[in-house]
């Protein structure tokens, strides 16, 4: 090998390889070096782009904001491993020059990244290769669409090609090829983290069992850790730690003094005897008081294995939640759980802090190249130099820390972009000493609020951790500047909603305090030998004396991952006394909004306000139901608005506090108003340690509160014609209400005179996907007590001893007042549903938007959705495409399925409902009964047969159907043998043409004939598909927005006294019918852009919305005014011009700005026009 390498290098270092033909030299070169490395040379590409996963020239399509799109060439593409740019710069390495071509060529990938299709996902590295001299690698291992960053880091992301005899560098290129992500170094450094935290929890428990206080050992322990990593990056003699711990095994009664002793100097400084060497001052608070604990040879031994461990590899990323499980003694059976990976964590603090600050250095960087271009090199130096200040002066806050892992992963991003920044100052100035001197990005900037006092130590512990191997990894063997560690405050322990005078406890009217179940602990009845609450475990209710809001710390960006608490846990999870506090100080907040949605709140007042540039939450996905969706409505009608800049809707988490897998979303807000970023989980690919991982997909445009872009069915207003028929079921709050058929028999039912009014059928949402269970419900109301206890004494006894010991113990006293009924009776459904024979029912959250009658002798469980009206007409509207449509837009999205979810209000009540003639109804009419008839047909012949299966294969045979008319038709699977017996037994094609029939029949009386042609037969009737067809997504968005224009204009409609109602004798039985009357149509706004082909503008005059606006005095201001007006289309230089006051001074100012930033790849020139480089319009 090595022989073969020299040859490499000195034929491709030679001058022959320079100068000649760029692409034919680059070509040759990647070939040669495949040959050299024994990889796999690029394949020939087909006339298929989509095909071409490993070629040279990968053709792309890059689409404008304004309509345009044009054709671009990658130089060398390798699917999911690197987009490889090459050039032949002509420059010395390092030089002004090679950097100005390098950032270029780097931008310039990047924004052929973001034109590659959703389906071919990110891929994590960029590779430029300046032809025969040096490869610079970029790397984004969150495969997001983010920033792409120098890797491994600033001072090594080149390799000259002299460095190809080393055969770390060869091995670093061949993973490179073949198995890129392998050299994410989170991964190795995840492996070591959980191994030293595996260790530590060994030794914790250890001395637990003898007696030492857990908060005791905990402080130890991080004072032991900390120790074992200076040792490794250097602070401390070289194994000096180690070493003595052994000769300590040996004696242990020594150990005490000596770490004592060892802890003081490290604290001030100085010599200390037990290292015989000289230490450095480490101050800061850990060591301020060094208790130690003395331990035996066995647990000194545990701490050796430790120790052993190369503390240089950990991830503090992750190493803060494990260390938190492995001190806690109840949370550490939790250790092997599932953590929160790094990369889903930077898919937050990405586009929160980092693309903020990156397109404000982007813009200096331009500012610094004009300047540098003119002559005027200190400009060039002050304007970096100024932007470094503010680099370093940027607070990050996360008011819900935890362990620091968003802080941490914020803080490594920014000393990366920080070295970036010193890497341009060092070509124009020596700005070695510049850094050390104190001006540094370092853990005073990075804020945090955490009401577990452990939890807020290890934070700061992990913020100086990841702060001490970024200065090693940049400076080497070179020490920070004294003391190493300082006590900034940073991290605050404290409560982010409320303050408050004093908590106390409650005391009832004879001065006794009052306590309420704890809301855990569980004993086995002596009666049914069932798990009942354990009423003796007790907790003390408190309330909180004047409380107040919390202030949070003045900072520039807010992101975090708030507790995970429904509204309608928050009492049994915090208790009454913190919730009514909360509620009191934040009446703003609906009380049936979650917990995180405070913080969300909080969050968006100080940044709509101004006070903060932006913030960025994890959240629960439940963020679009309604109940949430109301905070963040309100905050983007507000004045001044809210936007959300970017927000991915659902995407699998791992809960950090016990390794839960959950759904949650993601979502990024800042002031004004303008377009965001909407990514969307296109496909999950399996899960390991490191978290499921996702493939994304990208568009572009308005965010709306439902996190959707396109049509804003979210803003769709509630109509009166569809009020007060549609409620949730009943809520028992007692599973012993819930009977069997023979419990009810033996009760008397059948014998027992008015029984029969009392125990019901009843029904959940498994019972009518899957298969129903057969079970009966006791329903006592409209009886008191003793009515319930004279009338029927064995139901009565069954609810006394089942139901009567769960409900002593709820927090409402209505409900323990009121034991033997349902925990909400429900009188406004009972009613709805009064008089009816049947009633329309959907399950609230589902695979498959399926509705279907049951009979007036059921009563629905509150987990399903039901309709007041024995009409077939609406049960057929309501199955039919238009309205699934609508509800999967206008619903949202719960659980770890990811199922959709149907709220009433959204769903059903904003949803306009076609005028249709009485031939159309009864057409409809026809069919749905027919439907729903089929259906309980074939279920009653074969038990077995399910709802969920049936719909399964109806929508496998329509997305069978679809491949073989698509364009990769050969060879699509056919149904599976269970498939096929569910298709014999449900006669799912029957099922099939039925829901067509209706579907066609439903589009012919909204009138929409041409949508209906365009949607029908196609997947996604009843549950949303994993991937649509452009075509499909476009006919659907039209679809929806003529349903949003027809809901405005009913609303109107209603405005003027018409109502549609849907049940008149019901809704409106006293009043006439209101005469017809003829709505003109609203002119609305549609989001939807024609999917055609637009030249870039040939006119050079400015439009006529550009209004003319002084010529900004600072160059980064120029720049930023050059890239704000070519945001959203491309101009000509006279149009740019004609934009700003005093043309005739400013045309020359902007053609220099222009120029710059063309230097740097953020403007493209085509022809006569300029346009900002990667503005794609959405889709």
Partial sequence: MEPAVAAFIARWSSGASHGGNERANLQMFILELCALLDLPSPDPAGSEHGDNAYVFERKLIERFADGGQTTRAVDCYRRGCFILEGKDTGKRTGSGGWDTAIVKA??????????????????????????????????????????????????????????????????????????????????????????????????????????????????????????????????????????????????????????????????????????????????????????????????????????????????????????????????????????????????????????????????????????????????????????????????????????????????????????????????????????????????????????????????????????????????????????????????????????????????????????????????????????????????????????????????????????????????????????DAVRQTWPEVPESADFVMYWWHIAAETVRTGRVKGFGFITTNSIRQTFNRRVIQAQMAAKPPLALAFAIPDHPWVDAADGAQVRIAMTVGVAGEREGRLLQVREELGSDQDGVQVELQERVGRIFADLKIGVNVAGATPLRANGDISNRGFCLFGAGFIITPEEAESFGLGQVSGLEQHIRHYRNGRDLTDKPRGVMVIDLFGLTAEEARE?????????????????????????????????????????????????????????????????????????????????????????????????????????????????????????PFPDATPEQAATIRDLAERLDAHRKRQQAAHPELTLTGMYNVLEKLRTLGARASGPHAGGTPALLAKERLIHEQGLVSLLAELHDDLDRAVFA????????????????????????????????????????ELNAERAAEEARGQIRWLRPDYQNPNAAPTPEQTAAPLETETDLAPDTETPPRTDATAPAKLKKRPWP??????????????????????????????????????????????????????????RMAGSRSGG
């Avoid at 039919?880 to 769903?907: E, F, I, M, Q």
């Avoid at 042609?1013 to 039209?1038: S, V």
């Avoid at 020359?1148 to 700005?1153: Q, S």
């Fill in 106 to 579: 780097r931008q310039q990938s990047e924004n052929y990244i973001r034109c590659l299709p959703p389906e071919e996902g990110r891929p994590p590295f960029i590779v430029i290769v300046d032809v025969g001299r040096a490869f610079t690698l970029y790397a984004e291992f969150s495969r997001s669409g983010g920033h792409y960053v120098a890797f491994p880091d600033a001072r090594r992301h080149t390799i000259r090609l002299e460095q190809l005899r080393d055969p770390e560098i060869r091995a670093r290129l061949r993973a490179l090829w073949l198995d890129p992500l392998s050299l994410d170094p989170s991964r190795r450094a995840g492996q070591v983290t959980r191994q030293i935290a595996d260790r530590l929890a060994g030794l914790a428990k250890s001395l637990e069992s003898d007696g030492q206080a857990a908060e005791r050992v905990a402080g130890f322990l991080m004072r032991c850790l900390l120790t074992m990593f200076a040792e490794d990056v250097g602070l401390l003699p070289e194994r000096g730690f180690t070493e003595l711990l052994k000769r300590l095994q040996a004696r242990p009664e020594s150990f005490a003094p000596q770490l004592l002793s060892l802890w003081q100097t490290m604290n001030s400084g100085g010599f200390a005897p037990a290292l015989d060497a000289a230490l450095p001052r480490f101050n800061g608070g850990l060591f301020a008081e060094p208790e130690v604990i003395a331990l035996s040879a066995a647990q000194i031994g545990l701490l050796i294995q430790a120790a052993e461990a190369d503390w240089r590899e950990v991830e503090p990323a992750i190493f803060g939640t494990l260390l938190e499980r492995a001190l806690d003694p109840r949370e550490r059976h939790k250790l092997g759980a599932h953590y929160t990976p790094r990369a889903y964590v930077e898919r937050l603090v990405l586009p929160t802090v980092i693309e903020p600050l990156r397109a404000e250095w982007a813009e200096v960087q331009a500012a610094a190249l004009n300047y540098h271009a003119r002559g005027k090199t200190a400009e060039a130096v002050a304007e970096i130099r100024a932007f470094h200040h503010q680099l370093c002066s940027t607070r990050i806050l996360d008011p819900a820390c935890g362990s620091g892992n968003f802080l941490y992963v914020t803080l490594e991003h920014m000393k990366r972009l920080e070295g970036e920044v010193l890497e341009v100052l060092g070509g124009l100035v020596k700005s070695g000493a510049f850094e050390l001197a104190g001006l540094t990005v370092d853990p005073h900037q990075f804020l945090g609020l955490e009401v577990n006092p452990r939890a807020a130590r290890i934070a700061e512990l992990v913020l100086w951790i990841g702060y001490l191997q970024w200065h090693f990894r940049t400076y080497g063997n070179v020490n920070p500047p004294e003391p190493v560690l300082r006590d900034f405050h940073n991290i605050r322990h404290r409560d982010a909603l409320i303050d408050y005078a004093a908590v106390e406890p409650v005391a009832d009217a004879d001065g006794r305090a009052v306590t309420r179940w704890d809301g855990v602990t569980m004993r086995v009845s002596p009666v049914t030998g069932e798990a009942i609450p354990d009423e003796s475990a007790r907790v003390a209710q408190v309330r909180y004396v004047e409380p107040r809001r919390a202030e949070w710390p003045e900072a520039d960006f807010i992101v975090g991952n708030p507790p995970f608490i429904g509204a309608a846990t928050m009492r049994r999870a915090l208790g009454d006394g913190y919730v």
């Fill in 791 to 911: 009338r029927y004494p064995a139901t009565y006894q069954r609810v006394l001893d089942r139901v009567k010991p769960e409900r002593d113990q709820n927090k409402r006293e209505v409900r323990r007042r009121n034991w033997w009924l349902f925990g909400e009776p429900n009188p406004k459904l009972r009613q709805q549903l009064a008089g009816l024979p049947r009633f329309i029912a959907t399950v609230e959250t589902m695979k498959h938007r399926i509705f279907q009658f049951l009979d007036a002798t059921i009563l629905p469980d509150n987990k399903l959705v039901n309709i007041a009206s024995d009409d077939a007409l609406m049960l057929g509207i309501l199955s039919s495409r238009p309205h699934v449509a609508w509800s999967l837009a206008a619903g949202s999205r719960l659980g770890v399925g990811n199922d959709p979810v149907y709220v009433k209000t959204t769903c059903f009540e904003t949803f």
């Fill in 1113 to 1170: 005095k600072g160059m980064r201001d120029q720049i930023a005014a050059v890239r704000e007006t070519l945001n959203d289309e491309a101009l000509t230089l006279d149009a740019l011009v004609a934009g700003f006051k005093d043309p005739k001074k400013t045309a020359p100012l902007i053609a220099d700005a222009l120029a710059a930033l063309a230097e740097l790849g953020l403007v493209q020139r085509e022809g006569e026009h300029y």
């Fill in 1005 to 1044: 009386a909204y009138g929409w004939d041409d949508l209906a042609e365009r949607l029908i037969g196609r997947p996604g009737a009843t549950t949303p598909p994993p991937d649509k067809p452009e075509a499909q997504t476009e006919a659907e968005e039209h679809l929806l927005q003529r349903l949003v």
